[in-house]
């Protein structure tokens, strides 16, 4: 048995690619020659490899104060109430909330060293491996992946390949990204297996990113491509998926074999950890009625809003933790520690009303997430894999995409496939406003929410505890510590 060593450091600005440097220790099975490491043909070598770049996008997307956070709390699914000193952390998720950020904002160079680490990497293996053609192909998809999220979050963003040159990269447009995440999977995609991989990119998976591309190019680049978004939701509705039964096996501790979901993060609470919706969002009481292994951190909690707008009929309602809670052993919980004020007094009770974001939320108030299940005894990372794009989605994909081209009875029929798993009426016709809120119910949790109020021209408008934002929100800032880091960086407008 060999086991191969490689420390591999790609020299670019640090500004970009903090932590790119790794150092990769996995034993190979038998049968790798000396001639298999120096081409890098045996397939077992390969897929040692290409976990390296894997791992990068696993990281910190499930955690707290990244690229998901800021998503969620910037959007009307969700905020983390100011609870006297707990999470006042410098006014940062009352601004997020609130559409006040700061360029300063540590969770915007947190969201954008994750993505460029992971570019960052990518590159990395497609220097070190150029002739691999297989690798290759899958390592560029992936690297488009990452620009989705990049165009999506900041916009006008620097393209770092593996034939870049060193020095200071300056941004390129939207457009240029645009383009570069289209033909990266167009030159790519047929290269790309059918099977039905899940925690690594098929051909299907690469279908769904353009998807999502084409669904939002016209924010992007000012010329929509309907069409183009119903087509590629095609490709994929065609693969080897269907919906789930139960939508929440979809997000369970074991939901690997899901045939709904496309494209996964493997997480594992030993091995792969970095998925902390447990901690973020329970209450610190909870650790009681789960047997956490840790004590939660009682922050994330959805707004009474967006909660009250699913109808009690839909089990997509259970996604929430509302209502009485529990110890394991069925007692019910007390918080001691609630304030006096509070209306639910001790007794431990997730409310929908929250009564303010800041300075003095109760303990207790506000839904929280209960999408994911957590398991019992979980520690603070969780080993449900995260869906990154699941069938449900790009069959809304397809509803809207083929709505705003006038097919409207291909919409109805889309957009009431999904609503029959959830348990609720049949819609007998199908508005704008009914795919908005459509995709508000399916994708709750799954950082899809504030793209989509941008699509639908909603971001900006005011909802609790936050007024009319300007346009230019709809962009996160480039981060202030990449623009001090970098001078050939230029500032997103109106930052």
């Known amino acids: 048995m060999l086991k191969y060593i490689s420390k591999i450091c790609l020299v670019i600005p640090a500004v970009f690619l903090l932590g790119s440097c790794w150092e990769l220790d996995q034993e190979v099975l038998d049968g790798v020659t000396a001639e298999d490491i120096a081409n890098s043909t045996n397939p077992q070598l390969i897929d040692v490899l290409k976990a390296s770049a894997y791992s990068r996008i696993v990281g910190s997307w499930g955690g707290h104060n990244s690229i998901w956070s800021i998503h969620e709390v910037a959007s009307d ?17 009352l601004r997020m909330h609130r559409h006040t950020w700061q360029p300063s904002d540590e969770a915007f160079n947190n969201s954008w060293n994750y993505c460029y680490t992971a570019v960052g990497e990518i590159n990395n293996l497609i220097i070190s491996y150029p002739d691999v053609v297989a690798l290759n192909a899958e390592l560029k998809v992936l690297r488009a992946l990452v620009y989705l999220w990049l165009i999506d979050s900041f916009g006008n963003v620097p393209i770092i390949t593996e ?14 990204v645009f383009n570069f995440i289209e033909s990266s999977i167009k030159e790519n995609i047929d290269l790309l297996p059918k099977a ?12 769904a990113i353009l998807a999502k591309l084409y669904l939002n190019a016209e924010i992007y680049t000012g010329t929509a491509k309907w069409a183009e978004a119903e087509a590629a939701a095609d490709e994929v509705i065609a693969g080897p998926y269907s919906l789930t039964t139960n939508f929440f096996s979809n997000f369970s501790t074991r939901n690997g074999g899901s045939t709904e979901n496309i494209l996964t993060l493997p997480y594992d609470q030993d091995n792969a950890g970095g998925f902390n919706l447990v901690q973020m969002t329970l209450h610190y009481l909870s650790q009681n009625t789960y047997n956490l292994q840790e004590q939660p951190w009682n922050g994330y909690a959805s707004l009474e809003e967006f909660y009250n707008s699913f109808d009690d009929s839909d089990i997509r309602k259970s996604s929430f933790l509302e209502g009485p809670q529990f110890a394991a052993d069925g007692s019910r919980l007390n918080d001691i520690s609630a304030e006096a004020n509070d209306p639910d007094g001790q007794p431990l009770t997730f409310t929908p009303e929250i009564n303010q974001l800041a300075p003095n939320a109760y303990r207790q108030a506000g839904v929280r997430v209960g999408k994911f299940e957590f398991a019992t005894g979980a520690a603070s990372s969780l080993s449900n894999d995260y869906p990154l794009f699941r069938l449900a989605d790009i069959i809304l994909v397809k509803a809207e995409a083929a709505f705003r081209q006038g097919k409207t009875a291909a919409a109805l029929t889309a957009v009431n496939q999904v609503r029959s798993r959830a348990g609720v009426a049949p819609l007998a016709a199908v508005t704008l406003d009914d795919l908005y809120n459509e995709r508000g119910f399916e994708m709750f949790a799954e950082a899809s929410r504030r793209t989509d109020q941008i699509r639908f021209g909603k971001f900006n408008q005011p909802w609790w505890e936050k007024g009319q934002s300007e346009p230019f929100r709809a962009l996160f800032p480039i981060p202030l510590q990449q623009i001090n880091a970098n001078p050939s960086l230029v500032q997103n407008p109106g930052y």
Request: net charge negative; proline share 5%; aromatic share 10%.
């Open 77 to 93: 699914e969700m905020a983390i109430p100011q609870k006297g000193a707990d999470w006042e952390d410098g006014g940062l998720w």
């Open 163 to 176: 034939a870049s040159s060193g020095g200071n990269p300056t941004n390129n447009s939207r457009q240029e």
């Open 196 to 207: 039905d991989t899940k925690t690594t990119l098929n051909y299907y998976s690469a279908q």
